[in-house]
């Protein structure tokens, strides 16, 4: 090795090495900790804690789950991960919010339940909450719309309550919102950011569709109670995938929602009426549906010829 290798991969070597021993992760973040897993459990045969040794030098580096920057917790993923794993049961600790630099909270799908700390809205940092496929219950905390720079809020596969605050969907840096799969009520709020993903199927939703946010390339108000015509989505340019069915929407569909960029489109089981449109604005033969495109209108009161612009498209309308 010549002299100069050698020294640039001693050099390397203490960088790799300098933040794990000069960087203590701070009490209070490992005290934190300490309280996060009093409050959980392994389910049998899951095994996720086993790596969390108090007596541990650097929990940064041991425990699973952890990764730290500058002494302090960034991302704390609760639960294996492992499809094969029955995840975590108990509740959430209050004391994840003493971890102020965290920016991604994950938990595993497993069994925890009780109410959502309204605590974590004190994150400012949190940029990812991901909670989904336990048994989580009350509210969603009013806390959340603090969250300044939060991009991705999953909280599917819950028992949440109550209502989707517009101080939440108009969160100015969100991106991906899941809220599937849970009781939620009351009406769509309005949404006014930057949203991409919109996933609020199977809930108890009620009310009128608001205006969406032009950026969106994925709704599903899937298994709902919404009611009122198909306003404002002929602008989502955007949008590759709509899934409105299961709901109480009627009226006609607007002919321009048949948009080649649209692949899959779900209004079936609502209350739909009117003729399908013979003719497609802004299409061209050269533009029509490409294969594997779907678009199912079942069990709606439509009527009319089915255009060859949807030649290519799996249509099921009965
Ligand atoms: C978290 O912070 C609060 C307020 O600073 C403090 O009272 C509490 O003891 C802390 N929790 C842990 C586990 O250190
Ligand atoms: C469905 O449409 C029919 C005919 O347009 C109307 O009589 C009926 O009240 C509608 N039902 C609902 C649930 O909106």
């Not at 701070?26 to 409050?39: Q, R």
């Not at 639960?79 to 971890?99: K, R, V």
């Not at 806390?143 to 949440?160: A, E, M, P």
Request: charged share 10%.
């Amino acid at each position: 090795m010549s002299p100069q290798l050698s020294l640039l991969s001693l050099l390397l070597l203490h960088i790799a090495i300098l933040p794990s021993l000069q960087q203590k992760l701070s009490p209070v973040d490992l005290a934190a900790l300490a309280d996060i897993k009093s409050t959980l459990t392994d389910i049998p045969r899951s095994d996720f804690f086993s790596s969390w040794d108090f007596t541990s030098p650097d929990p940064c580096s041991s425990f699973a789950g952890v990764t730290c920057s500058l002494s302090r917790v960034t991302t704390l993923s609760l639960g294996t991960g492992f499809t094969d794993s029955p995840g975590l049961a108990g509740f959430l600790s209050p004391s994840i919010s003493n971890l102020t630099s965290l920016n991604q909270l994950i938990l595993f799908p497993g069994l925890v339940t009780g109410p959502i700390p309204p605590q974590l809205g004190q994150l400012s940092d949190l940029r990812v909450i991901s909670l989904t496929n336990n048994r989580l219950t009350g509210t969603i905390p009013t806390s959340f719309s603090s969250l300044k720079s939060l991009h991705t809020l999953d909280l599917s596969f819950n028992q949440l309550t109550g209502e989707i605050l517009p101080s939440l969907t108009s969160l100015p840096e969100l991106k991906v919102l899941i809220l599937a799969s849970n009781s939620l009520s009351g009406e769509l709020p309005g949404v006014s950011t930057q949203l991409l993903h919109l996933d609020l199927k199977k809930n108890g939703l009620t009310g009128p569709l608001r205006s969406l946010p032009l950026t969106l390339r994925y709704v599903s108000l899937s298994d709902n109670s919404l009611t009122g015509p198909l306003n404002g989505l002929q602008s989502l340019s955007e949008l590759v995938y709509l899934d409105l069915s299961m709901n109480k929407f009627n009226g006609p569909i607007p002919a321009q929602l048949f948009n080649p960029s649209l692949s899959s489109m779900f209004l079936q089981r609502n209350n739909l009426s009117g003729g399908l449109p013979s003719r497609f604005v802004g299409l061209t033969s050269s533009r029509s549906y490409g294969e594997g495109s779907i678009v199912d209108l079942s069990h709606n009161f439509l009527t009319g010829e089915l255009s060859p612009i949807l030649a290519g498209v799996e249509l099921v309308l009965e």
